[in-house]
């Protein structure tokens, strides 16, 4: 299946609310509110359709008409889908509810350090493997690392013979970085993640997500020596 031929609808929920970041996705982040970030380079590629803001501040709706125009569109949260413990898939069912579209990508503005290169290959995969052995994808970070649960026992490995870290199974932990995945599949599954996805690895330094104030501050840091030019 040909992007050029099947282009992707961008979905990228902002809260107002955040709870260990207060007002998270509309501060300053490198110059600009963070939102913008990942908004602009999803703007600048070809790839996408459209771009969609499932939002329920008017403060964000504001900022995206000031600094990314007509060009991202609006989808008014309800208010029976607000607030901290919805689901995600809830939040995805009610935008596919009012949207056209066949596949969707779907990010988060926590995400500044992820590179349009790295999504422009996971959705060629995604149109590569779909309708073969996979039906969604979606982005991880892998580890070839020991592993222990909460009561301290091994989880993938053996401590007794002690083989390389290099060597053990590798473990996949979802990032949230983005999902990919079609219409029919999000219908049959109620879930961005179908019965059969592929797990996209993300390069580390692009993975990371800002869930707390040193992750901010951090996040911020490594973007302005990635992005020197955002500072300029």
């Not at 040909?2 to 992707?8: A, F, K, L, P, V």
């Not at 900022?63 to 208010?79: A, N």
Request: one cysteine or more; hydrophobic letters at 35%; charged letters at 25%.
């Amino acid at each position: 299946m040909s992007i050029d031929t099947q282009r992707i609808i961008a979905l990228v929920p902002i809260k107002g609310h955040s709870e260990r970041v207060p007002f998270k996705n509309i501060r300053n982040f490198a110059g600009k509110p963070l939102l913008y970030w990942i908004l602009s380079m999803l703007q600048d590629y070809s790839a996408v359709k459209d771009i969609f803001v499932d939002t329920d501040n008017a403060e964000i709706k504001d900022i995206i008409h000031q600094y990314l125009g007509d060009s991202v569109k609006i989808i008014d949260r309800p208010e029976s889908i607000c607030g901290d413990y919805i689901s995600m898939n809830q939040i995805i069912e009610y935008d596919l509810s009012v949207i056209k579209g066949d596949h969707f990508l779907q990010t988060h503005s926590t995400n500044p350090l992820l590179k349009v290169a790295t999504i422009d290959q996971a959705i060629n995969k995604y149109f590569s493997v779909i309708n073969d052995a996979y039906d969604s994808l979606f982005s991880v970070n892998r580890f070839q690392s020991r592993f222990y649960d909460s009561k301290g026992n091994p989880i993938n490995h053996d401590p007794a013979s002690l083989i390389r870290t290099q060597d053990l199974s590798p473990v996949y932990e979802e990032n949230s970085n983005f999902y990919i995945f079609s219409r029919d599949v999000f219908l049959q599954t109620s879930s961005r993640i179908g019965k059969k996805p592929y797990l996209f690895e993300v390069p580390k330094i692009e993975c990371f997500d800002i869930d707390d104030e040193s992750d901010f501050k951090m996040a911020e840091k490594m973007f302005l020596i990635t992005n020197p030019q955002a500072s300029s």
